[in-house]
């Protein structure tokens, strides 16, 4: 190897540890979530709805955005949590394909798997809810859960997509 190259594979390994690390880190805040109690869970979700609520009415465009969707601040509270449930799992779902572009596994197999990744994590979520009085599992929040995983790794193959595709176009 010339003096100042550096080694494809040792990148490879160093991106996919740390692909995996934040796809780990990601599943368990997921978990620790879900089992907080319910009020703890609801106290939680308040205090974030508040936060989303402020910057929504802080900046106009993201208000202005809203009024022209017809979103009003009732429905918006109403569906945050399963909002905030579908990002997660969105970000899950892309780091979980993300890990598998970093080994160079991204094909229709390995996005299988990533996708198998994503609906076992919310199956578990939902597992470890029925371990609360206070909590229960849906097989409603496991299809919103596995929607999420979905939206997230569409969004990295169309990524990766784009990014072989100005590889190809600008390597010539």
Do not use: C
Not at 3 to 20: E, H
Not at 30 to 38: K, P, V
Not at 130 to 150: E, Q
Request: net charge positive.
């Amino acid at each position: 190897m010339r003096a100042g190259s550096r080694n494809r594979a040792s990148g490879t390994v160093r991106w996919g540890v740390i692909l995996f690390f934040a796809l780990a880190v990601t599943a368990w805040a997921i978990w620790s979530f879900s089992l907080e109690s319910g009020a703890e869970s609801a106290r939680r979700s308040n205090a974030a709805y508040r936060l989303v609520e402020s910057a929504v009415n802080r900046f106009a465009i993201l208000r202005n955005a809203f009024d022209a969707a017809n979103i009003t601040d009732d429905m918006l509270h109403e569906n945050f949590r399963k909002i905030a449930h579908f990002v997660e799992y969105a970000v899950l779902g892309f780091l979980a394909q993300a890990f598998f572009a970093a080994l160079r596994r991204m094909n229709g197999h390995y996005a299988v798997h990533g996708l198998s990744i994503g609906l076992a994590a919310a199956v578990i979520d939902e597992l470890l809810q029925s371990t609360l009085r206070d909590r229960g599992p849906m097989v409603r929040d496991v299809a919103l859960d596995f929607a999420g995983v979905l939206f997230g790794s569409i969004i990295m193959w169309l990524l990766f997509g784009l990014w072989r595709l100005a590889r190809r176009v600008f390597a010539r």
